[in-house]
C-alpha cells in the first residue's frame, strides 16, 4: 500500500486510474481494522490502494473535510467518485468499484 503525503497526494489523485485512499491516523483503532478490510481487496491493475495520515497532512485533511476516521474515498482523474466515512468492509468497497468500472465504461 502506498503511503501519500504533501508532495505526492495531488499527483497519485490525478492519474487516469481508481486510487483509493485511506485517510487514517496511528491512534485509531478502527482506522487499524479498515487497513487490514483494505489489504484483503483482490484488486486489478486500474486500481490501487494508498493512505493518507491526517496528523502528518491535516491541510489534506481540511480540504477534503474529514471529520471522522477512518475515511475512505475513491478518486480517479483528479475527482471524487465515492466517500465512505466509517469502518467499511470488502464486500461494500468490491461493489462500489464495479459500479464506478460501469458507469466510467458508458
Known sequence: ??????????????????????????????????????????????IEIAKLNVDQCPRIADKY???AIPTIII?????????FVGLTGVGELKREIEYLRRILRQ
Open 1 to 46: 500500500m502506498m503511503e501519500l503525503d504533501e508532495k505526492t497526494f495531488f499527483e497519485e489523485i490525478r492519474k487516469d486510474r481508481f486510487l483509493i485512499v485511506d485517510f487514517w491516523a496511528d491512534w485509531c483503532y478502527p482506522c487499524k481494522l479498515q487497513s487490514e478490510v483494505l489489504e484483503k481487496l483482490d484488486l486489478d491493475g486500474d
Open 75 to 83: 478518486f480517479h482523474k483528479g475527482m471524487i467518485m465515492k466517500r
Open 65 to 67: 473535510d474529514i471529520e
